[in-house]
DNA sequence: TAGTTGCG
DNA sequence: TTGC
């Protein structure tokens, strides 16, 4: 496992092996199953091109009147627990008693992408996010704390931890593309991205 | 291809 | 504009 630091974001590479990384995917796959993956529609302009659905007391959404947490599944069924795999992930990386009400998990397949946003439904900014990638590598971009101005990227693959806390907690992110078909870990291909938020 | 700008 |  190495550490690096980004702009103040931490970025723990290789933080799941192998092993761990193919149980999260088995978790994630009873959310799934319990809470089906759908593409949400965005307030201006297209519909997004990740597929998404969330574990916990909140799930993140998006939809033509704009973004905002959720209590239920578009279908009405109230979100799955985030699994125990999922939750331990945050304990190692956080230390914090307090654990996330949000399990957002987004399904990058092929030509998927994620514009620059700042992650900022949530009601209280001083908890961090943890962000967990499975599967294929994604080009991850990181701005700054305002629109515009310099980037810098870098590959995150499977097993790969990133944590926004402190200052860098606003900071403008997205994805910019995937290497579609690079890891083996999802049959089929594809990255998943796990984002993990304290929303109250 | 990488990166920034600005549209509606 | 979590898109283009």
Not at 115 to 129: I, K, M, Y
Not at 143 to 152: C, D, N, V
Request: hydrophobic residues 40%.
């Amino acid at each position: 496992m190495t550490r690096l630091d980004l702009r103040g974001v931490a970025i723990f590479k290789g933080w799941l092996d192998p092993g761990r990384q193919a149980d999260v995917v088995a978790a994630v796959r009873g959310v799934v199953a319990a809470a089906p993956l759908f593409s949400p529609d965005t307030p201006y302009g297209r519909p997004m091109t990740v597929r998404m659905t969330s574990a916990g007391a909140f799930g993140w959404i998006s939809d033509r009147t704009g973004y905002r947490y959720a209590l239920q599944h578009p279908s009405g069924v109230r979100w799955p627990p985030i699994p125990d795999a999922i939750l331990r992930i945050w304990d190692e990386v956080t230390g914090l008693a307090r654990r996330p009400e949000c399990c957002l998990i987004n399904w990058y397949g092929e030509g998927a992408r994620m514009g620059l946003h700042q992650d900022r439904d949530e009601a209280d900014f001083t908890w961090p996010v943890v962000s967990v990638s499975l599967g294929d590598d994604g080009l991850f971009r990181i701005g700054s704390t305002t629109r515009g101005g310099r980037t810098e990227s870098i590959w995150l693959t499977s097993g790969d931890v990133v944590a926004m806390g402190g200052d860098a907690r606003l900071i403008y992110h997205g994805v910019d593309r995937i290497r579609f078909g690079s890891s083996r870990l999802l049959p089929r291909g594809g990255r998943i991205n796990l984002t993990l938020r304290v929303v109250t």
